[in-house]
């Protein structure tokens, strides 16, 4: 069994910066992606960033450039950091576990949504202008 508890979320200006830690707990190891995904009421997941056990990353190009994501295996603790942020990434931020099931690389980033096994019930992102 997995959990996974997000933190950090609030409000921050445009042109601002965030930073979202994902806490996780039970049997994740080199052979689980991890990940971030993003969801605004009514409209589907968007899947933003994802980290494999070798340090692959994959970001949706709405944030290449800007997010990034980490994993400290020690401290059990996912982290995207979200820099120069803008209004359309207003949402409720989630992190996700996938289970790789021999596969070496996380799954593409548009469809990491929809193999994820575990995920967290989110951390609120608003950004203002």
């Known amino acids: 069994q997995v959990q996974l508890a997000e933190s950090g979320g609030g409000s921050v200006q445009s042109g601002g910066s965030l930073r979202l830690s994902c806490a996780y707990s039970?049997?994740?190891?080199?052979?689980?992606?991890m990940g971030w995904f993003r969801q605004v009421p009514g409209e589907e997941r968007e899947g933003v960033a994802t980290?494999?056990?070798?340090?692959?990353?994959d970001y949706a190009d709405s944030v290449k450039g800007r997010f990034t994501i980490s994993q400290d295996n020690t401290e059990k603790t996912l982290t995207l950091e979200m820099n120069n942020v803008k209004p359309e990434d207003t949402a409720m931020y989630h992190c996700?576990?996938?289970?790789?099931?021999?596969?070496?690389?996380?799954?593409?980033?548009?469809?990491?949504?929809?193999?994820?096994?575990?995920w967290g019930t989110g951390t609120t992102v608003t950004v203002s202008l």
């Open positions: 996700a576990a996938d289970y790789l099931q021999g596969r070496y690389a996380c799954a593409p980033i548009k469809t990491f949504v929809y193999g994820m096994d575990y």
């Open positions: 039970g049997t994740i190891t080199n052979e689980w992606c």
């Open positions: 980290i494999s056990a070798a340090g692959l990353t």
